[in-house]
């Protein structure tokens, strides 16, 4: 079994900054992909950015310049700098990862979600 949880989520000012963490734990082999998403109020959930194992990057547009996303693998963790904080960033921010478990079984994982508010 593997579990994501995800921290550092809060209410933040406009133009503020906060760091997401997602914590990969458990029967892990390897970690392709990492991924931010995000579900404002009333709206679809969304990719926010993604990592591959290898460290290429993708972005969604509004974020560009002002997220930056990256790992540590040692330590399967996933994070996401957050800067210059928009209204419009409100939204819980889920994690999702792509596990191979110990016995080569490979699946894609969801964190439960952290609250992210940006105050005008």
């Known amino acids: 079994q593997v579990q994501l949880v995800e921290s550092g989520g809060g209410l933040v000012q406009s133009g503020g900054s906060l760091r997401l963490s997602c914590a990969a734990s458990?029967?892990?082999?390897?970690?392709?992909?990492m991924a931010w998403y995000r579900q404002a109020p009333g709206k679809q959930r969304e990719l926010v950015a993604s990592i591959t194992s290898s460290d290429s990057t993708n972005y969604r547009d509004p974020v560009k310049g002002r997220f930056t996303i990256s790992r540590d693998n040692a330590k399967n963790t996933a994070y996401l700098q957050m800067n210059s904080l928009k209204p419009e960033d409100t939204a819980v921010y889920y994690c999702k990862a792509v596990v191979t478990s110990r016995n080569y079984y490979t699946m894609d994982y969801w964190g439960k979600g952290t609250l992210v508010t940006v105050s005008s």
């Open positions: 458990g029967s892990i082999r390897s970690i392709d992909t």
